[in-house]
């Protein structure tokens, strides 16, 4: 495994693409020591491309709960009685806030995140238009969103404001979508990812998993994400949220979460690879590992409906590993 693991970092650090049939081996990777042995070869692939800088970003929940689809894991669905805040669309001066404690606490980019299919108001879009025009006058934070379903208007008018990167998970590999959504398609979501690269956004798509789906699936979720050629992939590991469907589900151990980090560096070893939601409640104490195993990026502050960990923990952890996030 040794000899297959060097030979494999040896043509990603050549500018080689790993085959399907290569990545599907690495699956096989299950012992301890191979894990470790994965994880280091990962480690080099991320300082070879994306050098010692960690990048950081945050999000605002701008619009919290009452979201028509089923997504079997999301606390902010209307079709589970789950307990959390649900607020509309906030003002322009608490985005701005939100953006300027972001920068602040070290983030490099801030997200505005809402609830929903899709921005179909039109004075809804207006408004984070808006803020977003604002945000670029007030801070120097890269401006990102996630507004859900995206025609070419919508993203020619968040463009027209100054929208940078838009972020749009797939969430799971094709063939276990339907186990977790049913109120629209998987190609629905490859749509918006596929619109905002054709309006010029950077594009940021990843998805979550605990969900139920099999290591395979996990494959072939970091293969589509690279057919799709998206700028940054964020992890997200499940924290159940009581009263969803998944309430119950069963967290991924550690060592799994590292391997599938570093599988998806020896994929994609150009990218952005951020690990995000769930790595508090997943990783525990080994969430310093994320970076060895190929992690370029982090979200720090809170989540949606989620507290985060404390951010100047998170940076100074970073920098505990002679890493930096400047």
């Known amino acids: 495994m040794f000899d297959f693991l060097r030979g494999l970092t040896d043509k990603v650090l050549k500018g080689k693409d790993i085959t399907y049939h290569e990545a599907y081996r690495l699956l096989d990777v299950t012992k301890q020591k191979?894990?470790?042995?994965?994880?280091g070869f990962a480690n080099t692939i991320r300082q070879e491309f994306k050098g010692s800088v960690i990048d950081l970003c945050a999000i605002i929940n701008a619009k919290s709960g009452k979201c028509s689809e089923d997504c079997a894991f999301c606390s902010q669905s209307a079709h589970y009685r789950t307990e959390i805040e649900t607020y509309p669309?906030?003002?322009?001066?608490?985005i701005i806030k939100g953006a300027k404690e972001a920068s602040s606490m070290g983030a490099k980019r801030f997200s505005i995140v809402i609830s929903g299919e899709s921005t179909k108001d039109h004075d809804e879009l207006q408004s984070i238009c808006e803020a977003i025009k604002d945000m670029s006058f007030n801070t120097k934070i890269g401006r990102c969103a996630s507004l859900g379903m995206l025609t070419k208007v919508m993203a020619r008018e968040l463009k027209k404001a100054g929208l940078q990167r838009y972020h749009h998970n797939l969430e799971t590999?094709?063939?276990?979508?339907?186990?977790?959504?049913?109120?629209?398609?998987?190609?629905?979501?490859?749509?918006?990812v596929r619109i905002a690269k054709e309006e010029g956004f950077q594009v940021c798509c990843g998805g979550i998993f605990g969900l139920g789906e099999t290591s395979k699936q996990r494959l072939e979720l970091a293969f589509e994400l690279k057919e799709l050629a998206v700028d940054s992939i964020p992890l997200n590991f499940l924290n159940p949220?009581?009263?969803?469907?998944?309430?119950?589900?069963?967290?991924i151990p550690p060592m799994e979460i590292l391997k599938t980090i570093a599988i998806f560096r020896f994929i994609h070893p150009t990218k952005d690879i951020r690990v995000c939601g769930g790595r508090e409640r997943n990783l525990r104490d080994t969430q310093s590992l994320v970076y060895f195993a190929g992690a370029n990026?982090?979200?720090i502050g809170n989540y949606l409906t989620t507290t985060g960990s404390d951010p100047k923990r998170d940076v100074q952890l970073i920098e505990d590993l002679m890493l930096n996030s400047v």
Do not use: Q, W
């Open 297 to 299: 990026g982090v979200m």
């Open 173 to 192: 590999a094709r063939s276990f979508f339907s186990n977790v959504c049913t109120t629209h398609s998987y190609n629905d979501r490859a749509s918006t």
């Open 34 to 39: 191979d894990i470790v042995t994965l994880i």
């Open 89 to 94: 669309l906030l003002k322009s001066e608490d």
């Open 241 to 251: 949220i009581p009263k969803t469907p998944l309430e119950n589900a069963l967290p």
